[in-house]
């Protein structure tokens, strides 16, 4: 076991002073961020800080953390999948992964330094080849280094400056989609310009209302002003109408002051239309739909925002659901226990969920395809009932094993599959010539009431024959 007491000493005093140490978006401009064109410089800090990058960050984290994650077993002989409530992980998924978070907590954590980040770093406190205890790392204090022969290895650094290099056994390595393959695509650096945009019109719309409704221009007066009246002027127009708690105010001026504008309008500059423009922009980078944040436009009905929420389910929060469960079966279970039949599931059916009329004929078509009321249940997170495992097929609704009974050499639900042993063979003979039998009593009945309807019919058009010939005579 890795030295964790000194460990988990020196990881909860992580601080910001450590940027200087993590990856090249944390090293350049000595963590202060690249420039851009627009002048504004980005790192994660400032990303967090836009209302519309930080809405994606938490949707994509609240689709992951407020899943289900259940560790699962895959029995190899009967094929049956159960969750592992013996597994030890199966305890931290489902109570608490350390001493201070829950699994929602933790899950949450992870997928936002992975949204912002590209790379999340938990450190596996492992007892006995056991992993008892998961902690995050900060992402800007830890440096992932590939040595000549691809391995990698994890370079931790403390408030302290102290660094340690700790194997890949030791660190579960969550990375979103990769280049290199070893390190994430860093999303909040390759969309920079996207994001500085925003920071940029955000910005000057905060100025504009801090210097007051007018825009930047001149004041001209007549005749020549002192240094010390044009000090006075400037601070009594300071004092008086700069700032918006002054905005709407009358401008008061004497020597026949007058105020030549020589700034873009906010209607000129469009700002708003930008605006609208880059939350677009920024949700393309984190592949969010823009509804999911907030924004919509006029096009957008209520048919066609059930379909964006599902997509936004399927293209979004689906992959990051089986990028996780990957990346843990591969880190947090041994060999051994994989092919045992151990993994890891989401159960996001629920996102997935439509209209209660559209699920109720989803389901319907199901049962009739095989599916037992009890699995219908437990989509819906319902308790079955006893005798809800049974299932049933079309026409006259038997059960599955009966009408494999009924058809000799046939295995259930394919169209040739292994064949029956001679005693099974007579039976399932015995079984459709019984059924031949039945169907053939149906016809000879089915004939018989056909000829007596015939009778009864003639014997009616005899008798209403005479009463017209005696009205006749």
């Known amino acids: 076991m890795w030295p964790f007491n000194h460990l988990s000493a020196t990881f909860r005093r992580q601080s910001e002073q450590n940027v200087a140490f993590g990856e090249s978006f944390w090293r350049d401009d000595l963590g202060v961020g690249l420039p851009t064109l627009s002048g504004e410089r980005v790192t994660w800090k400032t990303t967090l800080e836009q209302t519309t990058a930080l809405r994606c960050g938490l949707t994509i984290s609240d689709g992951v953390s407020t899943v289900p994650c259940k560790v699962m077993r895959k029995d190899p002989a009967t094929g049956r999948r159960a969750e592992a409530e013996d597994h030890p992980l199966s305890d931290l998924f489902g109570y608490q992964v350390n001493d201070w978070m829950d ?5 949450e954590t992870v997928a936002i330094h992975a949204v912002f980040t590209g790379n999340a770093y938990v450190f596996l406190n492992r007892v006995r080849g056991r992993i008892v ?3 995050p790392l900060m992402p800007d204090c830890v440096r992932v280094e590939q040595k000549d022969d691809y391995r990698l290895v994890y370079h931790v650094t403390a408030k302290d ?3 340690e290099e700790y194997p890949q056994e030791t660190i579960w390595h969550f990375r979103g989609p990769s280049w290199n393959s070893w390190t994430g695509l860093d999303v909040t650096r390759l969309a920079r310009e996207a994001l500085s945009l925003s920071m940029a019109t955000q910005n000057a719309h905060a100025r504009r209302f801090g210097n007051g409704i007018q825009s930047t221009g001149m004041y001209s007066v007549e005749g020549e002003l002192k240094e010390p009246q044009y000090k006075r002027l400037r601070a009594f127009i300071t004092q008086n109408y700069v700032g918006a708690k002054n905005s709407g105010k009358p401008l008061l001026l004497d020597k ?3 105020w030549h504008p020589m700034d873009l309008t906010g209607v000129d500059a469009q700002h708003i239309e930008t605006r609208k423009l880059q939350i677009e922009e920024i949700c393309r980078a984190f592949g969010v739909m823009p509804i999911m944040v907030g924004f919509s436009d006029k096009a957008a009905t209520y048919a066609s925002a059930e ?8 293209h979004t929060i689906r992959p990051w659901h089986r990028r996780f469960e990957k990346s843990m079966r591969r880190s947090l279970l041994t060999k051994e226990e994989v092919k045992a039949g151990y993994y890891f599931k989401f159960f996001d059916t629920e996102l997935l969920r439509g209209a209660a009329k559209d699920r109720a004929e989803y389901y319907w078509k199901r049962f009739q395809m095989g ?3 009890n699995q219908i249940a437990e989509l819906e997170d319902e308790d079955g009932y006893e005798g809800g495992d049974v ?3 079309p026409g006259n609704m038997m059960t599955v094993e009966n009408a494999t009974k009924a ?3 046939r295995g259930i639900g394919d169209n040739g599959g292994p064949p029956l042993d001679d005693e099974a063979a007579d039976k399932a003979s015995a079984a459709a010539n019984a059924l031949r039998d039945r169907m053939n009593a149906g016809r000879v009945l089915s004939a018989e009431n056909e000829g007596k309807i015939r009778s009864a019919r003639d014997n009616l058009d005899a008798v209403l024959a005479k009463l017209d010939q005696q009205q006749e005579t």
Request: charged share 5%; hydrophobic share 55%.
């Open 103 to 107: 699994p929602l907590q933790f899950m």
């Open 133 to 135: 205890e998961m902690i």
């Open 161 to 163: 400056g102290t660094a």
């Open 256 to 258: 026949n002051a007058k």
């Open 307 to 314: 379909q964006m929420f599902l997509a936004h389910a399927v």
């Open 371 to 373: 599916m037992s009321p």
């Open 391 to 393: 299932h049933l097929v």
């Open 407 to 409: 058809m000799p050499g």
